[in-house]
């Protein structure tokens, strides 16, 4: 590693771990561990005072700029300067433009507006429109003119649900607004949507939704198109999400088949072809981390390899990621983005030092697939503490899903981007004509690769759920983990594995442990009780929020099915399926009845739910050796009986 690729890790640590500053230790200790850092790098490589003291300079000026800008703030002007401190929100007329496509889910739309006036005041900002009982999308570039009141988004209750209020502070906005009408009063000119919603369109009107979705999200990435639930859920359980976001391979695929088409031509048409190519790539799928990020380093890399020089991959990927965090600091929170750079980072470094020890190692027909191999373990390998510490959970099969799917996914991505192509560029009678015919092969590759998914999906434990980590359980686990992913510090694995053993017993010793876990959100409560591992559940809503919102709990906690859900509200029969999906035995209110009477209770191994009086406003609720009773109109504990004997039936 040469002075260059060093400094730029430095920096790319400074502006990380800035980015990741909330207390003032952990400042100091980034600080430290900086000053460490470039006293290595100083000793290292015989830098002289002066030279040291202006890269200090350089990375303090880094960590300032990473530090205060990774959290946006509202600017003078922004809408939610009118929302005051305390009092009823302010009913508001507001003019704004629909930044991105808002499709309907549950007769809903979503929309982040570009404010212009408010009540006729020019303001500037960003305001979040809900609009109910939507009936067909809201589209990009659209102005519309709404009334309802101003409110400010919460955060929420607890770390694993839905915090409205940090996802739109990551687009610069601190408001929002409900109504259930709109006046539409022009609509602009948008060619990138228009191109993207084209291209979606043709591809679910003729190979059906599941699979002309799939086909459009390997053009566009999955935040440009509305995949089906089951098809997106498919894909993370069986590890292979990264198929569907747009990033590297994508550009690898379009970018590679450019520059094999293009070899013959003189060396400034092939560069100009390779830049089209990442531009229209870049402008598809927009600008999202992982998508800049490789752009840039395929620009870099073409601009290399066209001038006869060699690359260093590794510096390119530090200096991309440090340029990218200069210019766009709220990126280092950004779970793609982290993602994205650790598995760039892993094929890089790890990829052919993993090839090699398989090819060594392993018998003769493993080693033949050690090229293969290599990539999704290095890949797996880096990204393993993110997904304990953001998910909780670690597809156990996705080694073998992403071995299994690679065939496939290489020629429907190639595939996919010439039709894509071809829709854009054809008359639309034309590609009404032809589209059908050179589909059709596709769409059985795309029916096979769904296939896969949904049967990889549906294997014994094909999730682990650990719960997620906490931070400073992570800090132990990464020295660990640097000897398994660096093949220079190979000689530390055996030393450094009582780190894992001990993260491990930690971990599970967090997720063994009694708790009550109570929050309150949105008007609805949930009572999550853990025992020895088990887990069950009180909701005092049966709504498909309310199912979704305990399904995250309880996965973020580590439980993939609950032994039971008591719901003291009525559950329909469109929201009975969610809730059977995360719990064996499901006790809900109906026609105003109780889940359960007098002299019943739901019982599993240290957990019990039962009546506490005869007219049910109170519950019993058992967890080991510790019992509340519970109002029922809020979960809260009123007195604790002492321990007795329970009377009455078990619901298993």
Request: aromatic share 6%; hydrophobic share 50%; glycine share 8%.
């Amino acid at each position: 590693m040469n002075p260059a690729v060093s400094g730029a890790l430095l920096l790319l640590l400074a502006c990380m771990g800035a980015a990741q500053v909330r207390l003032p230790a952990q400042g100091i200790a980034l600080a430290v561990v900086l000053a460490l850092g470039l006293a290595g790098w100083a000793r290292r490589w015989t830098r002289t005072p002066q030279q040291l003291l202006a890269f200090a300079v350089v990375l303090g000026l880094a960590s300032s700029r990473c530090g205060m800008a990774s959290v946006p703030r509202p600017q003078i002007g922004d809408p939610a300067q009118l929302i005051p401190v305390d009092g009823p929100a302010p009913v508001v007329q507001l003019t704004g433009r629909v930044r991105a496509d808002a499709p309907v889910r549950d007769h809903r739309c979503r929309a982040l507006l570009q404010v212009s006036r408010i009540d006729g005041v020019i303001r500037h900002g960003r305001s979040e429109l809900t609009l109910e009982a939507c009936e067909q999308p809201l589209l990009e570039g659209a102005w519309i003119e709404v009334r309802g009141p101003l409110t400010r988004p919460q955060p929420s209750a607890h770390p694993l649900l839905s915090d409205a209020f940090r996802r739109l502070a990551a687009q610069g906005c601190w408001s929002r607004l409900r109504t259930d009408a709109i006046r539409l009063l022009r609509q602009d000119a948008t060619p990138l949507a228009d191109a993207r919603r084209r291209i979606a369109r043709c591809f679910i009107e003729i190979a059906g939704e599941e699979r002309g979705s799939l086909l459009a999200a390997l053009v566009l990435g999955s935040a440009q198109v509305s995949l089906p639930e089951s098809l997106r859920d498919g894909f993370r359980v069986a590890g292979l999400s990264h198929a569907l976001a747009a990033s590297g391979f994508h550009l690898s695929v379009l970018l590679g088949t450019t520059l094999v088409c293009t070899r013959r031509w003189p060396a400034p048409s092939r560069l100009g072809a390779g830049v089209a190519a990442m531009v229209l790539f870049l402008a598809l799928a927009g600008a999202q981390a992982s998508v800049v990020r490789a752009v840039l380093m395929g620009a870099a890399a073409l601009l290399i390899r066209e001038r006869g020089y060699r690359s260093r991959p590794l510096g390119v990927l530090l200096i991309t990621l440090v340029v990218m965090l200069l210019v766009h600091p709220a990126w280092a929170r950004s779970i793609g983005f982290q993602l994205s750079a650790a598995a760039t980072a892993g094929l890089l470094i790890s990829a052919a030092p993993i090839e090699q020890q398989l090819r060594s190692c392993c018998p003769s027909f493993v080693a033949r697939l050690a090229p293969p191999l290599a990539v999704p373990v290095a890949a797996l390998l880096w990204t393993l503490p993110l997904q304990l510490f953001h998910f909780g959970a670690v597809p156990l099969y996705a080694l073998l899903s992403n071995l299994l799917a690679a065939p496939l996914l290489s020629p429907l991505t190639l595939a996919s981007m010439l039709m894509a192509l071809m829709v854009l560029l054809l008359p639309a009678s034309i590609t009404a004509l032809l589209l059908p015919g050179l589909i059709w092969p596709v769409q059985q590759l795309a029916e096979v690769l769904i296939a896969l998914v949904l049967w990889i999906r549906h294997w014994p434990w094909a999730q682990l759920l650990t719960g997620r980590m906490p931070s400073w359980l992570l800090l132990l686990l990464l020295p660990a983990c640097l000897p398994w992913v660096l093949p220079a510090l190979r000689r530390w694995r055996w030393r450094l594995a009582p780190f894992l053993l001990v993260v491990a017993c930690v971990q599970a010793g967090l997720r063994l442990q009694d708790r009550w876990i109570h929050v309150e959100q949105w008007g609805r409560q949930w009572l999550l009780l853990r025992h020895r591992g088990r887990a069950a559940l009180l909701a005092t809503h049966g709504d498909a929020l309310s199912c979704h919102q305990a399904g995250r709990l309880s996965h973020g906690m580590g439980h993939l099915r609950l032994d039971w859900v008591a719901v003291l509200d009525p559950v329909g029969t469109e929201q009975r399926a969610c809730w059977s999906a995360i719990t064996h035995t499901l006790q809900a209110e109906q026609q105003g009845r109780l889940p359960l009477v007098q002299g019943q209770r739901l019982q599993s191994d240290g957990l019990s739910l039962a009546l506490a009086d005869p007219h049910g406003r109170t519950l019993r609720v058992v967890v080991g050796p510790r019992i509340k009773v519970l109002r029922r109109s809020d979960l809260q504990s009123v007195r604790v009986p002492p321990r007795g004997a329970d009377e009455g039936v078990h619901l298993q």
